[in-house]
């Protein structure tokens, strides 16, 4: 049975850190959409409080987060134990995001010295904390990082790269808007 929690303790937030990999689940609130449920890697998430957690978005292949987001705000962070001790610790809450032609993104990247660019920074309002037992989890071997997805960040000049984005990102597989270009830009 899950223990709920009214805050991340120093427990929690050291299992946190220990984790290479976390997924992150949104939704549209149309039942006909699409729930999201994706992968984060690198050491792209940080503990701002105990109530508050954020974490880089470099992009991927959609903008469904970013769109579900901005649509209704819910969003769960997963985090499993692949070693030691078996465990599952979910975090429900609210969503924002900024992007990187918004104000206060360069604050929000401040939190991430190790990422030059990254598409959004997502920000976690923790209402519900559980952890669970994880005992169906396998043992896996962590390896090490794939470097893919930065090369691809990183090997556009910043036009580009931002081009790029408005491009591939400006709508949701639900038709929802995901990164639209800023007044200034149009």
């Known amino acids: 049975m899950a223990k709920t929690y009214d805050a991340l303790d120093d427990r929690l937030i050291a299992f946190i850190k220990t984790q290479t990999l976390f997924f992150v689940a949104t939704a549209p609130l149309s039942a006909q959409g ?6 984060k890697g690198y050491d792209s998430l940080v503990v701002i409080d105990p109530r508050t957690v954020a974490y880089v978005d ?3 292949s959609g903008i469904e987060t970013l769109a579900h987001i901005r649509e209704n705000g819910r969003i769960t962070l997963m985090f499993c134990a692949f070693e030691g001790p078996a465990s599952i610790l979910r975090l429900y809450g609210r969503g924002e995001a ?10 929000k990247m401040a939190l991430f010295p190790a990422f030059e660019r990254a598409r959004s920074v997502i920000t976690l309002h923790i209402d519900r904390i559980a952890d669970s037992c994880g005992w169906g989890l396998p043992f896996m071997d962590f390896q090490g990082q794939r470097d893919q997805l930065r090369r691809h960040v990183d090997h556009r000049s910043e036009a580009e790269w931002r081009e790029r984005r408005y491009e591939s990102n400006a709508t949701s597989i639900d038709g929802l ?7 200034q830009d149009r």
């Open 34 to 39: 699409c729930v999201n449920l994706s992968p």
């Open 58 to 60: 470099l992009g991927g």
């Open 98 to 107: 900024v992007n990187f032609d918004e104000p206060g993104f360069a604050e």
């Open 177 to 183: 808007p995901g990164l639209l270009r800023n007044r």
